[in-house]
């Protein structure tokens, strides 16, 4: 399995509050992405890095910001959670480059709950 | 923009062969992908095919990719209630040299017994 730690795993937060979830990977992988997992969509890209302080804006962006100081960590952060961002988030990685595959690899998921 | 779609649901019973399908619209796509969630977890990568290949296999697992119809499938030899998940196709490409991947909706496969 791919060396990817999300935190906090379960989160239940009420509306307004700021919320930030964390990816940590330990693969030195250049690409890291966030998205959400909702019933009916499948899997939408909110943000992703391709490096340290380099980010863009994925599909569902509005509401979400991310920074990404390091290499291995990349964090989503909710500056004021509304009950529409409830929802599983995934972090995943990619090394980018033309190995067989290019793979992008998921964690666990993170469970956001907003009341 | 890049969309790939996927019906929603499939039930089959053990021992059967299952094939879910995959409609995607980019032609630029580099590699295709399946991945496969179970409750509760992330999406593990089954298999991928390259763009440039009509068919990979991989012991119960058959890809065959037509890229003239932008069609992909795969086929669960024998399936197991093991296999009951939700299968997600998904499809790379680079976009102003960034890798980008565009993920369908995933399709429900319960498997009985």
């Known amino acids: 399995d791919a060396g990817i730690t999300q935190s906090p795993r379960h989160k239940v937060t009420e509306t307004g509050t700021p919320v930030t979830l964390r990816c940590h990977q330990t693969?030195?992988?250049?690409?890291m992405y966030w998205y959400r997992q909702d019933p009916g969509h499948g899997l939408r890209l909110i943000h992703y890095?391709?490096?340290?302080?380099?980010?863009d804006k994925g599909e569902v962006s509005d509401g979400y910001s991310v920074s990404r100081s390091k290499t291995e960590d990349f964090l989503l952060t909710l500056e004021s959670a509304t009950s529409s961002q409830t929802s599983v988030y995934f972090c995943?990685?990619?090394?980018?480059?033309?190995?067989?595959?290019?793979?992008?690899?998921f964690g666990e998921g993170s469970w956001l709950t907003v009341v | 923009g890049e969309d790939v779609e996927q019906s929603l649901f499939l039930s089959v019973r053990e021992g059967d062969s299952s094939v879910i399908n995959c409609t995607y619209t980019?032609?630029?796509?580099?590699?295709l992908y399946w991945y496969k969630q179970e409750p509760g977890a992330g999406l593990q990568l089954l298999t991928y095919?390259?763009?440039?290949?009509d068919m990979k296999q991989d012991q119960r697992l058959t890809v065959l990719l037509n890229k003239k119809d932008k069609h992909l499938s795969l086929r669960i030899a024998d399936t197991q209630t093991g296999d009951s998940a939700i299968y997600f196709c998904?499809?790379?490409?680079?976009?102003?040299?960034?890798?980008?991947?565009?993920f369908g909706t995933g399709t429900r496969l319960k498997v009985l017994a």
């Open positions: 995943a990685i990619s090394d980018g480059t033309d190995t067989p595959g290019n793979t992008i690899y």
């Open positions: 890095s391709y490096g340290v302080k380099d980010t």
């Open positions: 998904a499809e790379s490409h680079t976009s102003s040299g960034t890798y980008k991947y565009i």
């Open positions: 693969e030195n992988h250049r690409y």
């Open positions: 095919i390259f763009s440039n290949m």
């Open positions: 980019d032609s630029s796509s580099t590699y």
